[in-house]
């Protein structure tokens, strides 16, 4: 089974920062696509940034130049530096990874949320 934990979320002010954290663990071969969504209160998940096990990366139009995904494959660990942090990313955040293991190939695994709150 493969697992994925997430940390760091919490309260803000608008303005501030946060990093969260997606540390995967268990049977894992390989994991390709690490990413983070969020979903707000009556709204569905949407994409935040997803990034390749190549490094390349994507964000939603409403994050760039305010957020940075990154990954740290020998760790198979997803980060997601937010920086002057709105009230309106205010959601809950899941850690999202395709995974192959010996068993499963390209398997999407999601964590559980972290709640990140911006205060105005």
């Known amino acids: 089974q493969v697992q994925l934990v997430e940390s760091g979320g919490g309260l803000v002010q608008a303005g501030g920062s946060l990093r969260l954290s997606c540390a995967a663990s268990?049977?894992?071969?390989?994991?390709?696509?690490m990413g983070w969504y969020r979903q707000a209160p009556g709204k569905q998940r949407e994409l935040v940034a997803r990034?390749?096990?190549?490094?390349?990366?994507n964000y939603a139009d409403s994050v760039k130049g305010r957020f940075t995904i990154s990954r740290d494959n020998a760790k198979n660990t997803v980060y997601l530096q937010m920086n002057n942090l709105k009230p309106e990313d205010t959601a809950v955040y899941y850690c999202?990874?395709?995974?192959?293991?010996?068993?499963?190939?390209?398997?999407?695994?999601w964590g559980q949320g972290t709640q990140v709150t911006v205060s105005s």
């Open positions: 999202n990874a395709v995974v192959s293991t010996v068993v499963v190939i390209s398997a999407e695994y």
């Open positions: 990034i390749t096990s190549g490094g390349s990366t």
């Open positions: 268990g049977s894992i071969f390989s994991i390709s696509n």
